[in-house]
Structure formats: C-alpha cells, structure tokens
C-alpha cells in the first residue's frame, strides 16, 4: 500500500510540476490553481508514506520517478529535447530507484 500511496504522490507532483510550467511564472490563473492544488496533494500523501517508510528512500523514489516523468511530459507536451547525458543520467536514477526496492531493507516488501 504504501508504493501506491506514494505513486499517487509522484503523480499528483508530476502534474503540478506541468502546470508549473502552462502557468507561466503564475500569470495563468487555472494552471496556477492546480499547481498549488497539487502540490498539497503530493506532499500530504508523502507525509503518509513516511509514516512506514523512512524519509530517505521515500525521497529518493518520489523525487526519481518525477524527474523521468517531467522529463517525459517535458518532451511530448513542451518539446523540450535532452541530450544523451541526460538520458543516461535518468536511466541510472531509475536503475537506483530498482536497486532500493529489490534490495532495501529499509522499505515493505
């Protein structure tokens, strides 16, 4: 339960981090609210999975997977292209993020 808990928080951050961007430095009044909507969202349903993951590993696969998902969103909805440092730097944020969850016995199998 708590990985779906915190997927819905990476979610719900990847999503304000988007709107982040269509609000345009919060020119944009409806992106700007679900920017701030989700964000709360995020960092309440982070706070529940702190309370049987330990903060560490919890940030480093909520921040993780954000990074490849607005990196993905960047490219398909802003067209924002990354080099192939970039890409390989991803790929081994993500290899880490495998290595916690098989591996960690800091998290719940």
Do not use: C, N
């Not at 909520?62 to 292209?81: C, D, E, M, P």
Request: avoid cysteine; charged fraction near 5%.
């Amino acid at each position: 339960m708590p990985y779906l808990i915190l997927i819905l928080a990476v979610v719900a951050e990847t999503i304000g981090t988007t709107a982040l961007q269509a609000s345009q430095q919060f020119t944009r009044p409806l992106p700007s609210v679900v920017v701030a909507v989700s964000y709360a969202a995020a960092f309440y349903l982070l706070s529940m999975v702190l309370k049987v993951m330990p903060v560490g590993v919890t940030y480093a696969i909520w921040s993780g997977l954000g990074i490849v998902l607005i990196a993905v969103i960047g490219r398909v909805v802003f067209g924002q292209k990354l080099d192939l440092a970039a890409v390989l730097g991803m790929a081994m944020i993500l290899a880490g993020i495998v290595v916690i969850h098989l591996f960690s016995r800091a998290t719940p199998h």
